[in-house]
């Protein structure tokens, strides 16, 4: 058996070979050196084998020591590393319990902390892939939801506060990854509402800056990169460029339609056929919302409008521009500016026959004369109403002069107290004539001081008119003081021929009315009409066919021989009473 053998017995059995064989001590001595040396040489492999054993086993024990405060210093136990580090110096025989042992005691926590690594890892790959994600994304290096590279984690420096700060950023930028979207989406809304006014497709529209951009993508996956913004800006100004031009375009061709329309009476039917296009002539660019308000049809539609109504306006230029010219005329007839209205009629007809403007420029022509028209009117308004005023005041006077010459006017007949009321009212205003004439004076000569120009009248310088009233004025008044003066004595030697030996009795007012009422009525004044009245409604009526003949009328009125007239006229009244006649 093999159990059974034994040093003792294999050196028995060997003795026992030698005797048999004669073997001499020297031999004998030199084998067993042999067998010493044999089993010495096994011991020393033993020894050393067991050393080597040891030492892998120490150095084991330090790599477990060294991952473990590896380990401790990556997952953020720095204390604990310090404290294990500080314990690698001791020997072997002076720690507590064998090799085997401090292995045994330390595999459990390398475990444990391998796992809690390995988990530390995932969340550190999980949190900069999202990061590598975004920052993808935001740069336009990668799609939105392709896949990104796993990335490299730092494996010594896994403690929490590095796995915050990675889940800190992943915040900001998810944060921003959100404002982007907003963004993103509020530029879409904003293109898809201009291209519904301009007309345009918004799909091919949006999608011509990113595909992803189309609404059947949900809002996650649409691009947020810096070159999708900057384009998205760049189409809305672009589009909202084309809203400004646009709109500045139709509102343009909408004035002209309202000009040619007005120049040409258009009815409000065909008008009402472009409200689409005229509704938004004074809106400004946020106010024009309404679909295909500004599509490039709408605005062709408008266009070819002008156009036909342009052609339509020359066929209809005779007729607008005698329109505007009638128009000029009711202003310098309304402002009693005389003008040559056959002059301007067979102007007007020349240049639209020669062709040689066009219709456009004339009516602006015209447009321009009758504007001059107006200033010129609204500059003669305030003497023109005092003119008004003084003729008015004349007419009362005249209307008054016949009162007093009414030997009935005191009798009970019906509408005689009416008629009583007025001439109070006749004699208060007859009396302010002498004021405003001097006021319209002052006003007038300041007025042509300023102009350099005399103020015509229908024809007739006002300055002329007004100083033969107050010529006429004078003499009036100097011929009702001869008058009185006539009568008081006339009524002298009436009273001495009362008293005479026969006692006959002359009348006082035969003699005089035989005398002077013929010549009265020679001259108009009977008839209340003063002269100068005449005057300005000859000019009015001449007005339009030519100065000239209003000027020559003014200088019959004003000739010596009506002034004779009047004063005849004046040497009529008797009485004391009568107020001094005058004619403007």
């Known amino acids: 058996m093999a159990g059974d053998i034994t040093c003792g017995s294999l ?38 084998q067991a050393t080597d054993s040891r030492d892998l086993l120490i150095q084991a024990l330090d790599d477990s020591k060294i991952e473990l405060a590896r380990l401790l210093s990556a997952l953020g136990e720095k204390a604990i ?25 330390i595999a459990p926590t390398l475990e444990k902390l391998n796992k809690q690594k390995n988990e530390r890892v995932r969340e550190f790959v999980n949190v900069q892939s999202q990061i590598d994600q975004i920052c993808g994304e935001i740069a336009g290096t990668t799609e939105v939801g392709e896949k990104v590279a796993t990335p490299q984690v730092n494996e010594d420096d896994l403690t929490l506060e590095r796995l915050e700060e990675f889940r800190s950023q992943l915040q900001e930028l998810e944060k921003e990854k959100s404002n982007r979207l907003e963004k993103v989406l509020d530029y879409v809304s904003m293109i898809h509402n201009l291209c519904t006014v301009l007309g345009m497709d918004f799909l091919s ?40 031009s646009r709109l500045s375009k139709l509102q343009e061709l909408a004035g002209q339609l309202y ?4 120049l040409m009476d258009a009815p409000m039917q065909e008008r009402s056929m472009f409200d689409h296009v005229t509704c938004n002539r004074s809106a400004s660019v946020d106010k024009v919302t309404a679909p295909g308000a500004l599509a490039l049809d ?81 500059s003669r308004k305030e003497i023109l109403d005092k003119v008004e005023r003084w003729m008015s005041a004349c007419e009362e006077e005249s209307w008054l002069e016949d009162y007093n010459r009414d030997d009935n006017r005191y009798n009970s007949s019906r509408g005689a107290h009416l008629n009583l009321k007025r001439a109070e009212k006749a004699r208060i205003l007859v009396n302010k004539i002498p ?14 001081e300023s102009r350099g120009l005399s103020f015509m009248y229908d024809g007739v310088p006002l300055l002329a008119m007004l100083d033969e009233y107050v010529m006429l004025r004078q003499e009036r008044e100097e011929d009702k003081k ?26 006082p007012n035969r003699p005089v009315s035989a005398k002077k009422v013929p010549g009265a009525k020679s001259n108009g004044s009977a008839n209340g009409t003063p002269p100068n009245r005449r005057l300005s409604v000859s000019g009015h009526q001449n007005g339009r066919s030519g100065g000239k003949d209003g000027k020559r009328d003014s200088a ?18 008797i009485s004391g009473t009568d107020p001094v006649p005058s004619t403007p």
């Open 11 to 48: 050196l028995q059995k060997l003795q026992l070979i030698w005797d048999e064989v004669g073997e001499s001590d020297e031999d004998r001595d030199k084998v067993l050196y042999q067998l010493d040396q044999e089993c010495l040489d096994v011991y020393k492999r033993k020894v050393d």
């Open 81 to 105: 590393a310090r404290t294990v580090k500080s314990a690698r110096c001791m020997q072997p025989e002076k720690t507590s319990g064998t090799i085997k042992q401090q292995l045994a005691a």
């Open 205 to 244: 529209t949006v999608t011509e800056v990113h595909p992803s951009l189309d609404d059947s993508i949900g809002d996650n996956c649409k691009s947020i990169s810096n070159d999708t913004l900057s384009k998205l800006d760049k189409t809305v100004a672009t589009l909202n460029e084309d809203k400004k």
């Open 259 to 262: 000009d040619l329309w007005d």
């Open 298 to 378: 709408l605005i062709e539609q408008a266009e070819v409008e002008v156009q036909r109504l342009d052609q339509l306006k020359y066929s209809k230029m005779k007729e607008i521009a005698f329109k505007k010219q009638t128009e000029l005329e009711d202003i310098y007839a309304g402002a009693h500016m005389v003008i040559d209205t056959a002059a301007a009629h067979e102007k007007i007809l020349a240049l639209i026959e020669a062709g040689n403007i066009e219709p456009s420029e004339l009516i602006a022509d015209m447009e321009s004369q009758i504007s001059k028209a107006k200033e010129e009117a609204l």
């Open 435 to 448: 004021a405003l004439v001097e006021t319209l004076v002052a006003k007038t000569r300041a007025w042509e």
């Open 482 to 507: 001869r008058m009185r003066e006539q009568k008081r004595y006339i009524e002298q030697q009436l009273n001495t021929d009362h008293e005479g030996p026969f006692g006959s009795r002359v009348s």
């Open 556 to 573: 019959k009125t004003a000739s010596p021989g009506n002034v004779a007239a009047a004063k005849e006229d004046a040497s009529s009244h």
